[in-house]
């Protein structure tokens, strides 16, 4: 997962601009992967997964990207708006075994 | 998720008791998970549940128990709690689909032990 710390990352972007949200894993054998959006006060909800045999899927708004070579995936929120602002995880597995989140995120989107 | 129901919302105790941390669910879903979650950290594993009478330990589990009491309700217990189990508890359960799995979270359980 993401380097673990006491303080969150933080990426603060525009509306309207396109966010990338990146994760770093651990696990080379992890062959499922999936990022979680949390907003304040709630609790983590799916937004988008990947198989490790595709390098990249597309959903409405959001686009995640796999490089396994380099063990990194990437969030990518196209016309980032208000609503986005979050704090997003990438977590991943093997064999739909048990999950791994990474740290997480913060999204900070200015109006 | 409202399908996902977790019981108290926020729990204040003081070292040395016993508490239980109740999830219920409506999903219909067979596996069940406790996630903790501390600032600054992702969560972090502590027990799950494929089925009513699978138990399984997770990263954390040291000081923690669970119960599968029906496929509906999985509980988490602090046996005797102690303050750096303070933190925001979730309870999870997923669908496992020919495409994937989604993990379903509730609305968390902040505990503090004082």
């Known amino acids: 997962g993401e380097s673990v710390g006491l303080h969150l990352p933080t990426l603060s972007v525009q509306e309207g601009d396109n966010s990338i949200i990146n994760c770093a894993y651990s696990?080379?054998?992890?062959?499922?992967f999936i990022w979680y959006k949390q907003e304040s006060g709630k609790g983590p909800q799916f937004i988008i997964d990947i198989r490790s045999n595709m390098d990249k899927r597309q959903g409405q708004r959001v686009t995640v990207l796999l490089n396994k070579t380099v063990k990194h995936l990437s969030l990518q929120i196209a016309a980032t708006q208000p609503g986005d602002s979050a704090v997003y995880f990438c977590a991943e597995t093997r064999n739909f075994n048990k999950f791994y989140f990474g740290s997480g995120t913060k999204l900070n989107v200015k109006p | 998720d409202a399908d996902v129901t977790q019981t108290p919302r926020n729990r204040i105790t003081k070292t040395g008791k016993r508490i239980m941390l109740e999830c219920s669910q409506t999903k219909g879903h067979d596996r069940m998970y406790w996630y903790r979650q501390d600032p600054g950290l992702g969560l972090r594993l502590i027990y799950y549940s494929f089925d009513v009478k699978d138990i399984n330990k997770g990263e954390i589990s040291d000081g923690y128990s669970v119960s599968r009491q029906a496929q509906a309700k999985f509980s988490l217990s602090l046996e005797s709690a102690i303050p750096n189990q303070t933190a925001l508890y979730f309870c999870a359960t997923s669908d496992r689909t020919g495409d994937g799995e989604k993990l379903f979270f509730g609305s968390g359980t902040q505990l503090s032990v004082l």
């Open positions: 696990n080379s054998a992890s062959d499922y």
